[in-house]
């Protein structure tokens, strides 16, 4: 299982950002994946995920109205549209699938939100 993380930077608060997350070595359409993040001295939180099939979506009261998790399982693609950005949301980002029961991550991808 791989999973690997792009689309970071450095943007400006009320900006926007889409990540990508392209993950390989297993049925990527037979499950659900996830979107969490980190913060500088915090813990590793839930952002959001969505069902195997891109038809339902859940978030992070944090987030939600501002984020958008959306799936391509043609091409094993998961995405994470972030508009409205806030220094808050400054954090490392990971996608996460939960695969034979274990949990695999990516390597992160760093969002800063600042002027």
């Known amino acids: 299982v791989q999973l690997v993380e792009s689309g970071g930077g450095l943007v400006q608060p009320g900006g926007s950002l889409r990540l990508s997350c392209a993950a390989s070595?297993?049925?990527?359409?037979?499950?659900?994946m996830s979107w969490y993040r980190q913060a500088p001295g915090k813990e590793r939180e839930l952002v959001g995920l969505?069902?195997?099939?891109?038809?339902?979506?859940n978030y992070a009261d944090s987030v939600k109205g501002r984020f958008t998790i959306s799936r391509d399982n043609v091409k094993k693609m998961v995405y994470l549209q972030m508009n409205s950005l806030k220094s808050e949301d400054t954090a490392v980002y990971y996608c996460?699938?939960?695969?034979?029961?274990?949990?695999?991550w990516g390597q992160g991808t760093q969002v800063t939100v600042s002027s």
């Open positions: 996460k699938v939960h695969y034979m029961w274990t949990d695999y």
């Open positions: 969505i069902t195997s099939a891109g038809s339902s979506t």
């Open positions: 070595g297993f049925t990527f359409s037979n499950y659900v």
